[in-house]
């Protein structure tokens, strides 16, 4: 059992590093460039002479273009439970 567990972990990670390194290699679209330059704007503001409703809205704004980086990432993924289920269900088949 530790042993179908470490081969169902070990292709994740060396997916993952293989996607790390293509993603900076790419070159990154102007879209993706201007909403983590926005992020970054966000982040270096001083928030403390803001009032509630402003803060709110930053807080709205954030979690949007998070969302839209996520989607616009593009890719189907598995989480590594999902992976245990599905190669389980498949030793019981076969």
């Known amino acids: 059992m530790m042993m179908v567990l ?7 990670t060396i ?3 293989e996607k790390n390194t293509t993603a900076t290699n ?3 679209p102007a879209e ?3 909403m983590l330059n926005r992020l970054e704007e966000i982040k270096a503001m001083d928030k403390s002479d803001l009032n509630f409703s402003e803060k709110k809205e930053l807080r709205k704004e954030v979690r949007e273009i998070k ?4 989607s616009s990432n593009g890719g189907v993924y598995f989480s590594v439970g999902a ?3 599905i190669i ?7």
């Open 88 to 94: 389980l269900l498949l030793i019981l088949i076969l």
């Open 26 to 28: 790419k070159e990154m």
């Open 67 to 70: 969302s839209n980086l996520r």
């Open 32 to 34: 993706v460039k201007v």
């Open 83 to 85: 992976i245990i289920i």
């Open 15 to 17: 997916i993952a590093s």
């Open 6 to 12: 470490s081969l169902s972990i070990f292709p994740s």
